[in-house]
């Protein structure tokens, strides 16, 4: 996507994937200190992780508690989290009002806290495995809560931001899908998650994570590179 967006603009460019452990997380960073380097995205697990080791952060990462996105400004880091904007466009697309909803988060992780940025004003409730131990922006239940099939039935939006659901498995059972709600998953396979074909299925307004990683990528184009991102060019690399 990022490559293609190079290309389309002309810069002499390259988006590459390194395969960081946890151990190698300090000197993965200090490389990205190097002049011919502009920045890196960052995922699951080190989107934490990396926020002691940076020289600032945005906004959004700051609220978040999570990183993304790091750019390089100077002889400075600065981790901004662009979920935040991806997860906005969801949230608009599926036409829900933050303000006042009532919205169940799958996890507990960057993602979650992204998302919970982005649905500022609603009324909030995670789903954790650990949820004793977790500093969320909510109420926080466990997997095993006996409540959670009938708060996802009245949510205003159910919103699976965990690694869960990427083949035929469920993150959680048909029959609890919103009655009347939204559901985004932030997981993006090609044809959709079950979670969305199923929601889909049933008549739900959807949204999964093709487009949340579109948005997010446009936006962390313009936050390395100061350019608009030319999103037909990156589009083109996506499989919806």
């Known amino acids: 996507m990022h490559n293609a967006a190079f290309g389309a603009l002309g810069l002499d460019w390259t988006y590459e994937l390194l395969d960081v452990p946890a151990a190698e997380l300090p000197a993965a960073l200090e490389r990205l200190r190097a002049p011919d380097v502009a920045g890196a995205n960052v995922t699951i697990p080190h989107k934490l992780a990396v926020m002691e080791r940076l020289d600032g952060l945005d906004a959004d990462a700051m609220r978040a508690h999570a990183v993304n996105t790091i750019a390089r400004d100077g002889g400075r880091l600065v981790g901004s989290n662009t979920d935040v904007a991806g997860i906005r466009s969801a949230i608009s697309d599926v036409g829900v009002q933050p303000r006042g909803a009532n919205v169940v988060i799958l996890g507990g992780g960057g993602s979650a806290r992204a998302a919970a940025v982005a649905l500022e004003g609603a009324h909030l409730t995670f789903v954790s495995r650990h949820p004793d131990d977790d500093d969320l922006p909510g109420r926080v239940i466990a997997w095993s809560d006996r409540g959670l099939p009938g708060l996802v039935r009245s949510a205003d939006l159910l919103l699976n931001a965990t ?78």
């Open 163 to 240: 690694p869960l659901g990427r083949r035929e498995e469920m993150p959680i059972r048909p029959a609890a899908l919103p009655k009347n709600g939204a559901v985004i998953d932030l997981v993006y396979v090609t044809g959709g998650t079950p979670l969305v074909r199923k929601a889909r299925s049933l008549g739900l307004r959807t949204a999964d994570g093709w487009g949340v990683l579109l948005a997010q990528g446009a936006m962390s184009f313009r936050v390395w590179t100061g350019q608009e991102a030319p999103l037909d060019a990156m589009r083109e690399t996506l499989e919806p």
